[in-house]
């Protein structure tokens, strides 16, 4: 009988314990060319520490991920991904203060450091 009862269970498992295995797979799956999407929603990964961890399609936002430890690359990734919809006019009633923010040139500055910025378009 496996270890873990699904694929989550596994995926959670070996991101929680080894990011370099966790980034060998996905780089497997994505050039055998296999739909790697993790499903690490609801995920418990307090504490984890996701430096350098290949997380692209895989993060959903919940209260145990405050606790994470993360680097520059996954930190930037998550600002473009709040920066994009206030550039597309998706953010409805919008705070003064948040589209402040959003506009300001040191933050498109640092969300065009995103490592698909070419493919998913500069922030202007």
Request: aromatic fraction near 10%; proline fraction near 1%; include cysteine.
């Amino acid at each position: 009988m496996s270890r873990y009862h699904s694929i989550k269970e596994h995926q959670l498992y070996v991101l929680s314990t080894n990011i370099i295995l966790w980034n060998r797979y996905v780089r497997f799956c994505r050039h055998s060319g296999k739909d790697f999407r993790a499903e690490l929603s609801h995920a418990d990964l307090e504490g984890a520490d996701l430096t350098g961890a290949a997380l692209d399609f895989a993060l959903h936002f919940y209260c145990k991920w405050l606790c994470i430890k993360l680097d520059s690359k996954l930190a930037i990734q998550m600002l473009y991904h709040v920066a994009k919809p206030h550039q597309e006019h998706a953010i409805k009633d919008i705070d003064e203060d948040l589209k402040q923010l959003l506009d300001s040139e040191l933050f498109k500055k640092v969300c065009n450091k995103f490592h698909r910025v070419e493919e998913c378009g500069v922030i202007k």
